[in-house]
């Protein structure tokens, strides 16, 4: 936002829209040097998504003074349930693959330390393209600051002006 002008004086949603788009930008970069460069990187952010994508297990995960307890509260009479917890987990059962796919997921010390590595090069790989879009985008400083000037700074002057007259007129009682 500095890079812009944007860091001070300026609503909250003029800086999210600029920074999300950049921050999109840079990640889709990150995204495409992981893939072709990070292969153990790229291998375990697959298996992190198969692992949200997989069944729902209500009853995994809680702490032991649940153990053993019914994951959805007894039913009240007359009042239809949308749906159960229980009932998600019977949908699709964990099969023995996966299971078995779970298992395998354990990476060795070196591989350990290789991940670590290539999350420290996908981070400089980030900052790296983060200063890019600043520089890039700091030759379109005034025509940003234009844009405010013409279309958010009436917007922010006719708000001060409501609120200003709401201010200033007391409320009738009848």
Known sequence: MAAVGLDRDVPHAVQHGLSTRIKSIVDDIVDEYTERNLPLLQRELQRAEERRSRQYRPDRGLDPEYDG????????????????????????????????????????????????????????????????????????????????????????????ADLSMQLDSPPSRW
């Open 69 to 160: 307890l019914p994951v959805d509260p007894d039913p009240v009479p007359g009042e239809p349930y949308l749906f159960t917890l229980a009932g998600f987990a019977e949908d699709a059962p964990l099969d023995d693959a996966s299971a078995s796919a779970a298992a395998e997921e354990e990476l060795s010390e070196e591989e350990k330390q290789a991940l670590r590595t290539e999350i420290r090069l996908a981070d400089e790989c980030a900052i790296h393209a983060g200063k890019l879009a600043c520089i890039a985008i700091e030759d379109h400083r005034e025509r940003i600051q234009e844009a405010i000037a013409r279309y958010v700074e009436p917007q922010i002057e006719a708000l001060l």
